[in-house]
């Protein structure tokens, strides 16, 4: 990383140890090295060599900067009662990213009794860094250059995520999308990431809705898209918290609240909206 911007300054060292661990998976990543080595991790997942090249390298840099222990999606790990821990997602969108699709998310989050403190997400589409402190705000990092990155419901785009295991939430998903897409209200977006969280962070995206998460995949963009002013919540609406096992995020209380509507009647299934 270059020179630390200026309106960075007040970040806390683990912030920054966030931003390199996530830029040095962004790295990796960029490299391939690995990506033809594409294994199953079951039914329609996958995990290639460049996921666990870019862990690798991800815990290296966290363990350099801090002691807390690392859970990382592909060699797991385990917190420890009391202590803060990392959670990392070193490629979120592998199979984007084995089908040389750029779109994809390195994502690098602490957590601390039950709330992300501080995150940075690595945009695989463009290089961006994000970063993200508790009460301390959202920004886009390029270089020596930070933004503060605000949501915004302007587009009117939506993307949904996650598909469900069980048959119920299946049906529930199927009726949510059906009606988003023929209610008129919404352009309708899936990009097989959570780098829809950045999307949403930085204004491009009105709402994202996640059927099926955990926290490795979400936490660093749930704390992302909470201090860019956005809302965050469960499908029924609960707080959203690193134990949620969905999220829905929204530009704002109104459009949170259609979106809350929308999955509301899909699980009616009566889809009217």
């Known amino acids: 990383m270059e020179k630390l911007p200026e309106a ?17 998976g962004l790295g990796v990543a960029f490299a391939r090295v690995g990506a ?66 750029p779109v994809f998310a390195v994502n690098v989050a602490l957590v601390d009794e039950g709330r992300t403190v501080c995150c940075a997400v690595g945009d695989g589409s463009s290089g961006e860094l994000y970063v993200a402190q508790r009460g301390f705000g959202a920004f886009a990092v390029r270089g020596s250059h930070a933004r503060r990155v605000r949501s915004s419901g302007d ?7 996650g598909w469900p295991s069980e048959k119920s939430q299946r049906a529930r998903f199927a009726n949510f999308v059906a009606a988003a897409i023929s209610g008129g209200k919404w352009e309708f977006r899936s990009f097989g990431t959570t780098l ?3 999307y ?30 956005a ?18 995020a929204a530009s704002g209380d109104a459009v949170h609240a259609q979106v809350l509507d929308l999955l509301a009647a899909a699980a009616r299934g009566d889809g009217r909206l």
């Open 36 to 101: 033809s080595d594409v294994r199953s991790k079951g039914g329609l997942d996958i995990v290639t060599g460049t996921d666990i090249a870019a862990e690798d390298a991800i815990k290296t840099v966290l363990s350099e900067r801090s002691d807390f222990p690392v859970v990382g999606e592909e060699s797991g790990g385990e917190a420890v009662p009391g202590m803060p821990c990392w959670l990392v997602d070193p490629i979120c969108g592998t199979r984007n990213f084995a089908s040389q699709v």
């Open 155 to 161: 587009s009117h785009i939506l993307a949904v995520e």
């Open 196 to 198: 829809s969280l950045v």
């Open 200 to 229: 949403l962070a930085s204004g491009r995206l009105s709402a994202y809705v996640l059927f099926s998460v955990s926290p490795v995949h979400t936490a660093a963009g749930a704390l992302l898209v909470e201090e860019a002013g």
């Open 8 to 24: 960075l300054r007040g970040l806390r060292p683990e912030a920054l140890a966030a931003m390199q661990a996530a830029e040095r």
């Open 231 to 248: 809302v965050v919540s469960d499908l029924d609406g609960r707080p959203w918290t690193v134990a949620s096992e969905s999220l829905v």
